[in-house]
Structure formats: C-alpha cells, structure tokens
C-alpha cells in the first residue's frame, strides 16, 4: 500500500497496527482500505480491495480487554500456554480466529476464507451479506435447519462457536454463514456443553421470533448428540 493512501489512517490506528496493516499489504493480501463496517469493543472490522476484490480486515484492539481474553484460552489445550503481555494475548486471540475459521473450512463449514493473520490483524475473505439481525431469512425453517447443519458441521472439526447469534451469522443468499469466531473452543474445553446450549438458546429464541415452535431442549439434543 503506498504511504500516502495511508495517511487518513494516522490517527486512526496505533503504530503497530499500522506497521501490521503496512507489512501484511506489502505481502499483498491488500492494496487498500477501503472503509470501516463496524466498530466494535474488541475489534474494528474494514473493508479493503486487491485490485478489484474486496476483502476484509480485522483489527483487534491493543486496548481490548486481554484479561478476559487470557482467562477464556487458559481451559483450551491449544492456547492455555499463552501468557506475557497484553499485546501477546491479543495477538494470540487473532491468531485463535484465524486457526479456527481454518479449521472450520477443512470440515466444509461456510465461513470466510481466512487469508492472513499478524499481529492484531486478520485479513478474511468479504461476505456479502447481512447480520440475521438485519437481514431475516425469506424462509426462517429452511434457514435454520441450514444453520443446525454447520454447527453439527463445527463439531466435526471438534470446535464450538460459543457467540451465535443474530449478530454473528450473515445471510448470504439465503444461507447461514457464521462468523466472529474469536471465542469459538476447541471440544475439549471443560463443560463444553454450556457453550453449546448458550448458542443453540440464541438460535431458538430468535427463529422462535420468526414464528417457529421450537424446544430449547430437543434442538439441542438434535445438534449435539444427534450423530445424524
Ligand atoms: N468476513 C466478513 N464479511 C462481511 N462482513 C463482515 C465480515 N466479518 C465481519 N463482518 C462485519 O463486521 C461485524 C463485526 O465483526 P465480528 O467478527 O462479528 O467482530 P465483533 O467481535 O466486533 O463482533 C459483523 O457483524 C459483520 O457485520
Ligand atoms: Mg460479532
């Protein structure tokens, strides 16, 4: 990215996100941002172009709250080795979005195509589409058995998501794709089952709204034990 392209965005980011924005640019994963769609607690989310492809960048906050994040990767074997700095946290919490969409995608789960992580920044791929919260599905069944179907799909690749919701899964032409998955845990998290009956509670009382009978219960036998 040429210098001057960035120049509107001095004071916007810190000197290491900026210094991470140049290298992974530099790599070639963007040539430009583009424009800012959500500005979160613990993240900024942009989009970027590469030539005429739009992508998406994550940026973590340095001034996010690492503690919390320390304390919900210490349970997870693969992360429980993460201590020191607090930009060490957060880069590791990048780190754990990219390695989970990875894997996500090798069990074939719709998600974003991750394409670079460094530091507090994750490029992934742009979908187009929006937040359920926005955006309700023509045909909220249809939907939501498709939705069932990639969280069974996520177990296969031994992960939860831990944070679904209206916010977290975007309508694509009428299909689920989940997203946010800096929180998701590897299934040998201790008492995994409570993440996954806090999200299959966000599903139902959601879709409930939509006019579906559903039973908190019985949904997550069927997307939990179920080996359908
Ligand atoms: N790959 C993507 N494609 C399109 N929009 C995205 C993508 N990733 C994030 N967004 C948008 O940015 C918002 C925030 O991203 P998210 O990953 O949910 O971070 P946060 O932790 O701030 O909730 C999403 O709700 C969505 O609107
Ligand atoms: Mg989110």
Known sequence: MA??????????????????????????????????????????????????????????????????????????????????SKLTVIYAWARKEYRNLLKAREKGVIVPIPYAVYKNVLVMEYIDGKKLLHDRPKYPKKFYEKLIKEVKKLKTARLVHSDISEYNVLNFKEKPVLIDFSHAVDLRYPNVERFVKRDVKNMVRYFRRLGLKLDEEEEYEKTWQDKK
């Open 3 to 84: 210098k001057n392209k960035f120049i509107a965005y001095e004071n916007v980011f810190d000197q290491c996100t900026l210094r991470a924005l140049f290298k992974l640019s530099s790599q070639g994963y963007f040539d430009e941002i583009e424009s800012p769609i959500s500005i979160g607690k613990e993240s900024n989310v942009f989009t970027v172009l590469k030539g005429e492809e739009r992508r998406v960048v994550k940026i973590y906050r340095t001034a996010a709250n690492f503690k919390k994040m320390q304390e919900y990767m210490k349970p997870d074997p693969r992360f429980s080795q993460v201590k020191g």
